[in-house]
């Protein structure tokens, strides 16, 4: 590989790599270039890329001839390079120097190629990246994806950055999960018509505690499942901007920043459109906000990889763009000086139905990933009817089940005596396993039987029936009221039916069930056996109409 080739940065597409560098760089290139020309041979290159995810050490330069050497970055003090502006970490001493190599060499699963073959990867801002997250002989990438809490529980739309955070992850990589203390002040105008309402502080602190705990109870993979798996941290960007000053960005960081290259942001440009709503200067700056997270976490924390949706791109490449320009800057002209940083860039596409609307919504609104807005039960429910054009594109995305696997159960959906929704089973389990655990997904199938009219066999327990109770209608009557009172008349009274002879009707049709079991007489009255553990009745009539009777 020529010289040049390691000091540009690069955006690319899968198919296509872009190269963006400015008249001064290409300069400075064509100079290390010409220097190093002679020195360069088949063995410097492979030492060059066994060292691009670090910066360049005393130890590893006294091995490059002179020629070479002189055009380093982080070279030895006598070059004075001046850059960071908000961070700093001290050089790296000899015994630093194996970090370079991976000392636990061992088979790396190409997570790049994992995520194309399942539709989850969109753009890459370089395809060197396919190579690198795949070599044993590298350390492993540390991979971040941002969640701003402008809600105090992430949302379906929001699993995909997770998930592909869990592949990373179970290739052997170390995954950060960057909650937005800082950039949820501003709010991203990505995909965003009108400005987003401003949080007071109360209600963020709030959204930061419940969205890193998700995050982190999500990814931390339990024994077995993961054994492979890298570390998981979560942080906040708020504990590196609260000491930055307004001077000291704009010095720093706002100098290095193109008001064309912003301008030319797809999230900006759609908001430009509206001339009576705009932006705000708040809004414009925000991907510049995003950009230098990437710098901090690249220096402070060894962060080379940023991922999101493809609505992100240009927030991303903000902070590759900033890496490039910040790190490696003489403080006598400015020029780039040597190879560039490798950092990386990584989106994967919305997550939408086969009909092009987003997928994540229902109609009670958004697809909360924390149990206490959305039951175990209701999230199983919702991917338990997912359409057949849709399922198998969902197992690809949306769960760890092998290529093979799911094929299979493609093949299955074509054949005679396939059971329907088999396929949407399998989805609902493993989705609702990842984001809820075991033990939500035992919840969701236990509340899924007990809501089956007629499945007597399934015993129902007063804890059963109170964890569906947020998903369908209740009423508390008192225990008197209840005991002996003629079953029709409870069904009236609980309000589940509008009057007597309704209540009649749905009962020679067969559509009345007391806990499950069919009523088959109008004489039957209340007895005590049939309040659940003294506490719950649960009615039903016809397949979908319940009422959860609280007894006091």
């Not at 987003?196 to 990814?219: Q, Y």
């Not at 320009?325 to 860039?345: C, D, H, Q, W, Y």
Request: hydrophobic share 40%.
């Amino acid at each position: 590989m020529a010289f040049q080739e390691l000091c540009v940065s690069s955006c690319t597409h899968p198919k296509q790599i872009k190269q963006q560098h400015s008249a001064q760089q290409s300069t400075h290139i064509k100079m290390a270039a010409a220097a190093g020309a002679g020195a360069i041979n088949s063995g410097l290159r492979s030492l060059l890329l066994n060292t691009t995810l670090r910066p360049f050490t005393s130890s590893l330069l006294r091995k490059l001839p002179l020629p070479t050497y002189l055009f380093l970055p982080n070279t030895p003090s006598h070059h004075n390079f001046s850059h960071r502006p908000f961070c700093s970490i001290s050089p790296l001493t000899t015994s630093q120097e194996d970090n370079f190599i991976n000392p636990n060499s061992k088979s790396r699963p190409n997570v790049l190629h994992i995520l194309e073959e399942r539709g989850l990867l969109e753009s890459v801002t370089s395809d060197s990246l396919r190579s690198v997250c795949s070599d044993p002989s590298l350390v492993p990438l540390k991979v971040y994806c941002g969640f701003d809490p402008t809600a105090e529980s992430l949302h379906l739309g929001n699993l995909l950055g997770i998930i592909v955070l869990s592949w990373f992850l179970r290739c052997g990589h170390n995954a950060v999960g960057l909650i937005g203390g800082a950039t949820g002040r501003i709010g991203d105008p990505s995909g965003k018509s009108l400005e987003r309402p401003e949080l007071d502080l109360v209600t963020l602190e709030k959204n930061i505690s419940g969205i890193a705990g998700i995050v982190k109870k999500i990814l931390v993979c339990s024994p077995g499942v993961c054994e492979n798996a890298g570390e998981v941290q979560i942080l906040n960007n708020y504990d590196w901007w609260k000491d930055v000053k307004f001077l000291d960005f704009l010095r720093n960081v706002g100098r290095y920043a193109r008001v064309g290259t912003m301008m030319s942001k797809e999230s900006v440009k759609k908001r430009l459109e509206n001339a009576e709503q705009g932006m705000s200067y708040a809004e414009f700056t925000y991907q510049l906000l995003q950009g230098y997270d990437f710098v901090h976490l690249y220096e402070k924390e060894g962060v080379n990889v940023q991922i999101g949706g493809s609505d992100q791109w240009g927030n991303i490449t903000a902070g590759t763009d900033l890496i490039r320009r910040l790190i490696g800057k003489s403080s006598e002209n400015g020029a780039v000086v040597g190879s560039v940083p490798v950092v990386f860039g990584l989106t994967f596409p919305l997550l939408l139905k086969s009909d092009g609307t987003k997928f994540g919504k229902s109609e009670d609104g958004a697809i909360w990933l924390s149990a206490s807005l959305l039951s175990p039960y209701k999230f199983y429910q919702y991917f338990f009817t997912v359409p057949d054009d849709d399922v198998v594109r969902f197992l690809k995305i949306l769960t760890f089940l092998s290529i093979e696997e799911i094929a299979e159960l493609e093949r299955d959906m074509g054949k005679p005596g396939y059971v329907p929704n088999t396929a949407q089973r399998r989805l609902a389990e493993e989705v609702t396993r990842f984001v809820h655990g075991q033990e939500g997904l035992e919840e969701a199938l236990k509340a899924t039987e007990a809501l089956k009219p007629g499945n007597a066999d399934t015993k129902l327990d007063w804890k059963t029936i109170e964890g569906i109770a947020a998903d369908v209608p209740s009423c508390s009557m008192n225990y008197d009221s209840v005991l002996n009172i003629p079953i029709l008349d409870l069904y009236v009274s609980s309000g589940l039916l509008e009057s007597k002879s309704a209540a009649r009707r749905m009962l020679k049709q067969g559509g009345l069930y007391l806990n499950n079991a069919k009523v088959d007489s109008e004489s039957k009255k209340i007895e005590a056996d049939d309040i659940v553990d003294d506490k719950v009745i649960l009615l039903s009539a016809g397949k979908k109409n319940r009422m959860v009777v609280r007894i006091s």
